[in-house]
């Protein structure tokens, strides 16, 4: 069975750094192009980073380019969304999701909810 | 703003057919036939329904399809149920950095 389940998420102030994981079980992370994606409230889906399958690459949105940083833990087969300098508009639901083929995303966990409120 | 456009409302009775169209530019829904759909009922994980424009996953009911045309594609839900009732998403692998663009949602209401 496969399953992916974030957490990390939290209340915070702007300016301040959080850490999100994706813990991963039924396939291996290093397999699969791995993804960040968001709901922010009331607005739809945004694609907020990518970890290539062979792990040289990493691509992000650019609202978040330079503050974000993808990576993962090959033994532990999660993948983490370090974010720094965040801001009110990074409010979210942040999924992760295993990529089957070119952006086809497949998606288990229920998101990790960031908010970022002074 | 999304990068690609949908349109916010879709409607249509039990047992009717509806289609949600989704259009991009030439360097997204235009460049690949590498268009996904996503059903995403509040609270829970979106869920893939179709990949590369018309692929279903395992577990899709082929009342689910899809198809596109130039920078627009299209998703038709056949045999409308209650359950179809949720909020719809596009996507597109991207020539651009971002490597793929949502659409901003359909939400779909069966009547």
């Known amino acids: 069975q496969v399953y992916m389940v974030e957490s990390g998420g939290g209340v915070v102030q702007p300016g301040v750094s959080l850490r999100l994981s994706c813990a991963a079980s039924g396939f291996d992370v290093s397999s699969h192009g791995m993804h960040w994606v968001r709901q922010s409230p009331g607005k739809g889906l945004e694609f907020v980073a990518l970890?290539?399958?062979?792990?040289?690459?990493?691509n992000y949105a650019d609202s978040v380019k330079g503050r974000f940083t993808i990576s993962r833990d090959i033994p532990k087969n999660t993948v983490y969304l370090q974010m720094n300098n965040l801001r009110a508009e990074d409010t979210a639901v942040y999924y992760c999701?295993?990529?089957?083929?070119?952006?086809?995303?497949?998606?288990r966990g229920q998101g990790t909810l960031v908010t970022v409120s002074s | 703003q999304s990068a690609l456009t949908q349109p916010p409302s879709a409607s249509g009775s039990p047992g009717q057919s509806v289609t949600i169209s989704c259009t991009g530019i030439r360097s997204d829904v235009g460049a690949y036939d590498y268009v996904s759909w996503y059903q995403h009922h509040p609270g829970k994980a979106p869920k893939l329904m179709l990949y590369?424009?018309?692929k279903r996953p395992s577990g899709v009911p082929d009342r689910f399809s899809g198809s596109k045309s130039g920078n627009t594609a299209s998703l038709t839900v056949s045999g409308l149920q209650a359950e179809d009732e949720a909020d719809y998403y596009c996507?597109?692998?991207?020539?651009?950095?971002?490597?793929?663009?949502f659409g901003g949602g359909t939400k779909l209401t069966v009547l």
């Open positions: 999701g295993r990529d089957l083929a070119y952006g086809a995303l497949d998606f």
């Open positions: 970890m290539w399958a062979h792990g040289r690459d990493q």
């Open positions: 590369e424009v018309a």
């Open positions: 996507s597109a692998y991207t020539l651009s950095d971002n490597f793929e663009v």
